[in-house]
DNA sequence: AATTTATCTAACAATTTTGTTAAGACAAAA
DNA sequence: TTTTGTCTTAACAAAATTGTTAGATAAATT
C-alpha cells in the first residue's frame, strides 16, 4: 500500500491514474492485449494484423506484448484456442439437445446456430480464413472438431434415418445437410460488406434484414427435408 | 522508358510491339508476373502476398517486378480488375438466359454458377476476404456489380412473380433467393480444408464429392421455391 | 528492512518487405 | 557500325514490422 512511503513529499501524485487502487476490480494489462488481439486477429487476420496496432490499441506499448505473448505467433495462439472453446460450446448447446423431435431440433439448432454467428459475425470468416490461407493450422483445431462434430453427427444421422424409415422426412446425410444450414447461415455474413452492397435498402437496417435472414435459413433447411406430398 | 499501366483499359496497349501476342510465343515476363500475381494474391490475400515470392514464381527477379507494375498494389488492382470481368461475364451466362421456363433457368443458373466456382475455387473468397478487411475496395467493384446485378435482378423478379401468380411456385425476393443461391453453392468452396477435415471420406474422392454437392445445391435451392403442398 | 516479483518503459537491434537506381545486355532500326 | 530504346541484373536504400535488453517502479513477501 502507499500509506508506508510518506517520506518526505507525497509521492501518491507520481502514482498515474490506471495504478490507482481502485474498488472496481480492472482488468489487467494482459487481458487489455488479447481483447485488442482478438479484435485485430478477427479482422485483419494474423497476416494483416499488426502487434503495434494491438499494443496501441490495449493503450500498452508493444514490448509490453512482447513481454507477455513472446511472438506475435503466440499470441494468435492463444486467440484461436479461446475461440475454439467458444466454438465448440456453441455446436453443443445448439444441436445437442436429444430429447427433441427431429424437425423442432433442426429448427432450434438453425435458429441458434445463427443467433451464434449474429453474435459472432466475424468469427467463421476468421477460422475459414486462417485455416486456407496456412492449412497446416488445421492441427490446431481437428482434434477439437472431430470430438464434438462426430458423435453428434452419429446422434442425428439416426434420428434422421428414422424419422425418414417412417416416411416423415427425405433420406439426407446428416452431413449434407450440415454444410446446407452452415451455408446458409454463415455465408450471408461472411459476405456481408458485398451484400450490403447489392442489397442496398434490403438490408439497410441490419436488425431487420437479419431476422429476414434467420427465417429464411429455418425455412430452406426444413424444405430440404420436409417430405413433398405432392 | 517504362510505359506502365496508368492506362489500363485496353490491356494490349501495355504490350510492346515485338510482344504482340503470338500464336506460339512463349509468354512474356509481365505475362508470367500477372500469373504468377494471380496464385499468390487468390491464395495468400494481400497482406499475406509477397512481391518477391511472386517474382520468384514468375521467374525474374523482384526488380522487374517494380519495373513493370511499379507497386504491389497496382499489381493487385491489375488482378481484380481482371477478375471482376470474369466474375461479370459468368454471371450473365449463368443467369441470362431469360427464354427458358423459370425452373429451368434457375436450375440452370445454380449448376453453371456452381461450375463457375469448381473451375475458379479461390476466387469468391479472395473478394469476399479483401473487401472484408479493407472495405474501402468495394469502390474497385461495386460499379461493376450494380451494373450486372441490378438488370438481372429486375427480370428475375418479374420471372418469379408470375411464376408465384400463376400458382406455380412461391412467393420469394429475388435477392433472398440469389444469396441463399450462392451460399450453398460457394461456402463450400470457402471452407474447403475444414470440410474435408471434418468430412473425412466422404470428400476424399473431391470430383465426386463435388458432383454430390452440384445435386445438392440444386435440390436445395429448386425445394425452397417449389410449392410445397397441393 | 531487504529481497523478490510482476509490471512497465525507452531505446535499440534484427529481420522482412518493399521500392530504387545505375549500369550493362540485347535486339531492332538507322 | 552506330544508335536507340527496351529489357535485365545486382546492388543498394527505405520503410515497416517484429523482437530484445537494460533497467525503473510499485507491490508482495520474507
Known sequence: MKQIIDTIDDKTEMLHEWQMPDDKQEPTKEQLILEAAEREFLLKGYDGARTMAIAEAAGVTHAMLHYYFRTKERLFNCIVDSKMQTMGKMLLAAFGDERLPLLDRIRNGVERHFDFVVANPDLPRFFINEIYVRPDRLNLVRHNIEKIAAPLFAKLQRQLDESAARGETERI??????????????????????????????????????????????????????????
Do not use: W
Open 173 to 230: 446425410d446428416v452431413r449434407m445437410l450440415v454444410l446446407d444450414l452452415m451455408s446458409v447461415n454463415i455465408f450471408v455474413f461472411i459476405a456481408y460488406p458485398l451484400v450490403e452492397s447489392v442489397f442496398g435498402d434490403f438490408a439497410a437496417d441490419r436488425a431487420r434484414f437479419l431476422a429476414l435472414r434467420k427465417a429464411e435459413s429455418v425455412e430452406i433447411i426444413l424444405r430440404r427435408i420436409k417430405k413433398h406430398t405432392i
